[in-house]
Nanobody, 114 residues
Framework: QVQLVESGGGLAQAGGSLSLSCVAS???????MGWHRRTPGNQLELVAR???????HYTDSAKGRFTISRDNAKKRVDLQMSSLQSDDTGVYYC?????????WGQGTQVTVSS
C-alpha cells in the first residue's frame, strides 16, 4: 500500500520560516519527488521538485527562499521555506512520480500572516 506521510507546516509570520517533510512507503522505484500547493484561490501550482538524478526546479516565487532536498534511501523529501510571504499561504501537497503513476500526500496547511 502506497503512503505519503507529510509533516510540518503550520502558522508563521511574514519573514519567518517553516519546514515540510514527506516520507513515502510502499513504492519501489521513485522518479521525481516534490511539492505542490493549492492557493486560497484554488490554484494548484508546482513549488519545487527534485528529479531522479538530483535536478532541482523551483517555481519563480520560491527561488532564493525555499530549499528542497531529497533522501533516496529514506524515500523522503523536505522543503525548507524561509522569508515567507502571505502569498505562500496554501495547502502543500507532497507528490511522488514513478514510471507508471503519481502519488499525492494528504496535504498540510501553511498559513503566513502579515
Amino acid at each position: 500500500q502506497v503512503q505519503l506521510v507529510e509533516s510540518g507546516g503550520g502558522l508563521a509570520q511574514a519573514g519567518g520560516s517553516l519546514s515540510l517533510s514527506c516520507v513515502a512507503s510502499g513504492i519501489r522505484s521513485i522518479n521525481a519527488m516534490g511539492w505542490h500547493r493549492r492557493t486560497p484561490g484554488n490554484q494548484l501550482e508546482l513549488v519545487a521538485r527534485v528529479g531522479p538524478f538530483g535536478a532541482i526546479h523551483y517555481t519563480d516565487s520560491a527561488k532564493g527562499r525555499f530549499t528542497i532536498s531529497r533522501d533516496n534511501a529514506k524515500k523522503r523529501v523536505d522543503l525548507q521555506m524561509s522569508s515567507l510571504q502571505s502569498d505562500d499561504t496554501g495547502v502543500y501537497y507532497c507528490y511522488v512520480d514513478t514510471v507508471d503513476d503519481a502519488y499525492w500526500g494528504q496535504g498540510t496547511q501553511v498559513t503566513v500572516s502579515s
